[in-house]
């Protein structure tokens, strides 16, 4: 079955860096768009990032541009998110996506960040 795993969250200060990362296993991995999505304490999921099957096409929220940089390394089945200079408000929790060319969206089970002084 699919399975999409996040590691890397904790707590950073503001100011910090967090990477990040999403093992893919039972899907094609090169096939399907990698996302990351945020949902915040008492708000609904948003999208941060998100990058093509090959890489080649990478869409940021503007509230991470210039912060975060997701990348994908398809020998590996993983995604990663690089968080730089992070903020109180990135603090939530962090899921990652696989969207098939058909629409389908597989998530994973999502890995807390706290960013706190």
């Known amino acids: 079955q699919v399975q999409l795993v996040e590691s890397g969250g904790g707590l950073a200060q503001p100011g910090g860096s967090l990477r990040l990362s999403c093992k893919a296993s039972?899907?094609?991995?090169?096939?399907?768009?990698m996302s990351w999505y945020h949902q915040a304490p008492g708000e609904e999921r948003k999208l941060r990032a998100d990058?093509?099957?090959?890489?080649?096409?990478?869409f940021y929220a503007d509230s991470v541009k210039g912060r975060f940089t997701i990348s994908r390394d398809n020998a590996k089945n993983t995604a990663d998110l690089l968080m730089n200079n992070l903020r109180t408000e990135d603090t939530g929790v962090y899921y990652c996506?696989?969207?098939?060319?058909?629409?389908?969206?597989?998530w994973g089970q999502g890995t807390q960040v706290i960013v706190s002084s």
């Open positions: 996506t696989a969207t098939s060319a058909s629409g389908s969206r597989y």
């Open positions: 990058i093509s099957g090959d890489g080649g096409d990478i």
């Open positions: 039972g899907i094609t991995f090169s096939t399907h768009w």
